[in-house]
């Protein structure tokens, strides 16, 4: 079965400071690969997918994320946080040709003024 | 353009009662997904229904739990004789169905059983 591995649990940063959040799966087979957003009291929102292409995802918000498949990654990053990216990040991972999503346990991102 | 709608946001429940969940999807949509969030967890697949078709049952608990999606209304994720342990976050997804479609989320229930 597929697992989600997202190893920073929570993450504290500056404002202007770079991120890089890390996901790691488990299934070594064709994937869909996703990158979800839940700002605080409002509901998850969908970042970046990666289906199939250019490794290299970019999303909203000055988001991007790259599929690295020989290492089961799709690491989230951002050159520059901002106070507004304060929220949770969910990495979640489709087998191909089946839709349901297995979801990481999340990231909490503060980022401080 | 409304989104996916749920209600109620919140819900409390006493031990032995029975919880009942509704989801809308989006306008367009006929493809709907329930996923569950324990605390401190990530969220956890539990079904996958097209209108009047469960289509993938694979994450529901065996017993008590039930959901449906009929042709006319929401669909519903019902609970029977909840446990202190149902307490959670239920959020419902929908998409139109196409392969590898983006799950659009709704902003979830929140149950608390007593």
């Known amino acids: 079965a597929q697992s989600v591995s997202q190893h920073n649990h929570h993450v504290i940063l500056s404002e202007a400071a770079s991120l890089e959040l890390g996901c790691n799966y488990s299934y070594g087979g064709t994937v869909n690969l996703f990158w979800y957003v839940q700002y605080p009291g409002q509901h998850l929102q969908l970042l970046l997918k990666?289906?199939?292409?250019?490794?290299l995802v970019k999303g909203i918000k000055g988001f991007e994320a790259e599929f690295i498949k020989s290492k089961f990654s799709f690491n989230l990053r951002k050159p520059s946080v901002q106070w507004s990216d304060t929220a949770e990040y969910f990495c979640a991972v489709a087998n191909f040709g089946n839709e349901k999503l297995t979801f990481g346990t999340g990231t909490r991102l503060t980022i401080i003024p | 353009n409304a989104g996916v709608m749920q209600n109620p946001r919140h819900l409390v429940r006493r031990r032995g009662q029975e919880a009942r969940l509704r989801c809308s999807p989006m306008?367009?949509?006929?493809?709907v997904y329930w996923y569950r969030q324990l605390p401190e967890e990530g969220l956890k697949f539990m079904v996958y229904l097209q209108k009047e078709n469960i289509i993938d049952e694979s994450g529901m608990p065996k017993e008590r739990f039930s959901a449906e999606f009929p042709k006319e209304g929401p669909s519903i994720l019902r609970i029977q004789q909840v446990v202190r342990g149902d307490s959670a976050a239920y959020f419902c997804?929908?998409?139109?169905?196409?392969?590898?479609?983006?799950?659009?989320f709704g902003p979830g229930t929140r149950l608390l059983v007593l």
């Open positions: 990666y289906f199939s292409g250019d490794p």
């Open positions: 306008k367009g949509h006929s493809h």
């Open positions: 997804a929908s998409s139109t169905g196409s392969k590898g479609e983006t799950q659009y």
